[in-house]
């Protein structure tokens, strides 16, 4: 009785009554509700009897799947060889039984599922690898590790951010050694997962894979230095901008030095904004305008007035947190530009949209004539746009103290 006073009271008296309950009675009245998930949970850790627990998960498989699954592994560790075999032994697709094993976050469902790693269903190995991550503990990521070799690539490409999330020291031991693999996919792959670990010690073992021979491993592994942003990174990567392939260059090593906030990374920037791809230009845009470099108003001036609708969003975004006097200069101008064009679309209303957002947020006192003029011009414009306008203007004046810059400064 002292033993069963240490569970909460509605697990106590269920441990209690469950000899007399019958199996309507314990799926209709407890294991359906899902109120009731927890005490029993509770109540099936300390449970003694092995076939009350058998039967309790059978019972509740009956109710439903995952809830069973979820039970097969609350039970003493000495019960679950035979409450995971019950899940083992549904006769259901092997994908949906991958899955539940993971969810019992059992030890003993682990070789069940190394050997499901092998199977031919395309969706199983995947499925495996990561109900193996549903587990967490030691046994199943020396499991994860050792999938870092498998033959199946959707093993070996899942399993590093799986290890990464687990976060463990063993987890984090076994990427780190992944940084030597064989298989460059996977040298690539952990170097990306050791982002999730993020220490700084994590910086020095990573700094050697921007010397990788593979493009892919050392793109990975800048990416990963500049998720973490450490400065004893900035002189590896400033290496890594003479790399010979373009995307290396651009998509790793400067957006790298660009999230680090290293200016070295300002020209290579500047070149993405040249770039044929719509995301290059864009991250290159928004790490531009994150690191407030004027030298990049002129690209982002460009982008503003020829860009894509997403490329315009991103470039006025940007000027607005560069937020100089060239860049405020930029911003209106677009303002004006949209204010005298004859035809406008709906692209150009929301990017013109953004420009004034801009403002709004970094907007200097300077830009409050040209704002004022804007609303003056004799144009058929929206009213949601004026009201962006006086918003913008409202929020400058705020700022600096005063409504009229011309008597402010006279």
Not at 55 to 65: H, S
Not at 88 to 104: D, F, H, R, S, W
Not at 250 to 276: C, R, T, Y
Not at 347 to 369: R, V
Request: glycine residues 6%; negative net charge; aromatic residues 8%.
């Amino acid at each position: 009785m002292e033993f069963y006073r240490q569970l909460p009271l509605e697990s106590n008296n269920l441990l209690q009554q469950l000899a007399q309950l019958s199996d309507e009675q314990l799926q209709r009245d407890y294991l359906n509700y899902l109120q009731w998930t927890e005490p029993i949970t509770q109540m099936l850790a300390q449970l003694e009897d092995e076939a009350q627990a058998l039967r309790v998960v059978r019972l509740a498989l009956e109710v439903d799947l995952r809830l069973g699954a979820k039970l097969a592994g609350a039970v003493k560790p000495e019960f679950q060889v035979q409450t995971v075999g019950l899940v083992t032994a549904l006769q259901i697709p092997e994908v949906l039984k991958v899955q539940l094993l993971g969810m019992t976050r059992s030890d003993y469902a682990i070789l069940y599922l190394v050997e499901a790693l092998n199977d031919e269903e395309s969706c199983v190995p995947w499925s495996a690898t990561f109900a193996l991550g549903e587990i967490k503990s030691e046994i199943a990521v020396r499991a994860l590790i050792k999938a870092l070799n498998h033959q199946n690539s959707d093993v070996y490409w899942l399993a590093p951010d799986i290890l990464g999330q687990i976060g463990s020291q063993l987890a984090e031991a076994g990427l780190i050694h992944a940084l030597n693999h064989q298989n460059p996919w996977v040298r690539g792959r952990a170097a990306e997962a050791l982002a999730e670990i993020g220490r700084e010690e994590i910086v020095y073992l990573l700094i050697p894979s921007l010397r990788d021979k593979d493009p892919y491993v050392v793109k990975m592994a800048a990416s990963t230095l500049g998720k973490i942003g450490d400065d004893i990174a900035v002189p590896a990567l400033i290496e890594v901008l003479q790399h010979e392939n373009s995307k290396v260059r651009i998509q790793a090593a400067a957006f790298a030095l660009g999230n680090i906030g290293s200016d070295a990374a300002v020209p290579f920037l500047i070149e993405a904004m040249n770039n044929q791809n719509e995301f290059v230009q864009e991250s290159a845009a928004t790490i531009l305008g994150e690191l407030g470099s004027e030298k990049a108003i002129p690209s982002l001036i460009h982008a503003l007035n020829y860009g894509c609708p997403l490329i315009k969003l991103t470039a006025a975004t940007a000027l607005g947190k560069i937020g100089s006097q060239a860049a405020i200069a930029a911003l209106v101008e677009a303002l004006n530009h949209y204010l005298t064009c004859d035809q406008i679309d709906d692209s150009d209303d929301t990017y013109i949209t953004f420009a004034a957002e801009a403002l709004e947020k970094k907007g200097n006192p300077e830009a409050l004539p040209y704002l004022a003029n804007i609303l003056l011009k004799p144009t058929g414009y929206k009213s949601t746009f004026i009201e962006t306008v006086f918003n913008t203007i409202a929020a400058i004046q705020h700022r600096c103290g005063y409504y009229n810059y011309a008597i402010a400064h006279s």
